[in-house]
């Protein structure tokens, strides 16, 4: 398997502009994770799904955030109006039960 | 709830141990570990399932003490490759729920 798929690698953007970052699970993996990397603030949990519904969102920071899991192998996190605060390293992870596995991590920055 | 590490940082020699400690201040059902590379994705290492189980494999180990609601993860004869930021991981006290990381600790092994 190819482990988690995390796309883009990096983004760069203009405040105020949309941005979608997008994950593909290990395929079999029933639970998925997004969050999100500062060095302020560490690694923090912003949403996760179990069987492709939403379980907990409440490590969202605002409206501005949304995630969304169509099926069990795409997931997307999607920030409107993008804000210089925004600028962080994106985690995808995927679990079965037991140990979660990252992607890569999409680096967005906001100019 | 986020789980408090300690301590924050640890530099070594090789062949040094060391130990990195982890509690919650709620029920647990699992502890997981992983370890971060500068620039990288968190990697999995272990998880612990309530039952004061120690798993290890090699020269790095962990225990769960799921009374006082604590894991520590032990590195005996530290190698440079164990550089990084190891991060331990709790649940909601569920067997699938969302898992919160600590702040980390920040490893850093010498010649």
Redesign the interface.
């Known amino acids: 398997d190819a482990g988690v798929i995390q796309s883009p690698r990096h983004e760069v953007t203009e405040m105020g502009q949309e941005v979608t970052l997008r994950c593909k699970p290990i395929s079999g993996h029933n639970s998925l994770f997004w969050y999100r990397q500062t060095m302020m603030r560490g690694l923090e949990l912003l949403i996760y799904f179990n069987n492709n519904v939403p379980i907990d969102d409440s490590g969202m920071p605002e409206d501005r955030f949304s995630a969304k899991m169509p099926n069990a192998s795409f997931s997307t996190l999607k920030i409107q109006p993008s804000e210089p605060r925004d600028s962080a390293v994106y985690f995808c992870a995927s679990s079965l039960a037991s140990a979660a596995f990252f992607g890569q991590g999409t680096r967005l920055t906001v100019v | 709830q986020q789980p408090v590490q300690s301590p924050q940082a640890v530099i070594l020699r090789e062949g040094e141990d060391a130990v990195i400690n982890c509690s919650s201040s709620k029920a647990l059902y699992s502890v997981?570990w992983y370890r971060q590379k500068h620039g990288?994705?968190?990697?999995?290492l272990m998880?612990l399932l309530k039952g004061g189980e120690q798993k290890g494999h090699e020269k790095i180990s962990a225990s769960f003490n799921e009374k006082k609601q604590q894991s520590s993860l032990y590195l005996t004869a530290s190698q440079l490759s164990y550089s990084g930021t190891y991060?331990c991981?709790t649940d909601g006290g569920t067997?699938?729920g969302?898992?919160?990381?600590?702040?980390?600790t920040i490893l850093t092994v010498h010649p």
């Open positions: 997981h990288e994705a968190p990697v999995f998880i991060f991981g067997s699938y969302k898992l919160t990381f600590g702040q980390g």
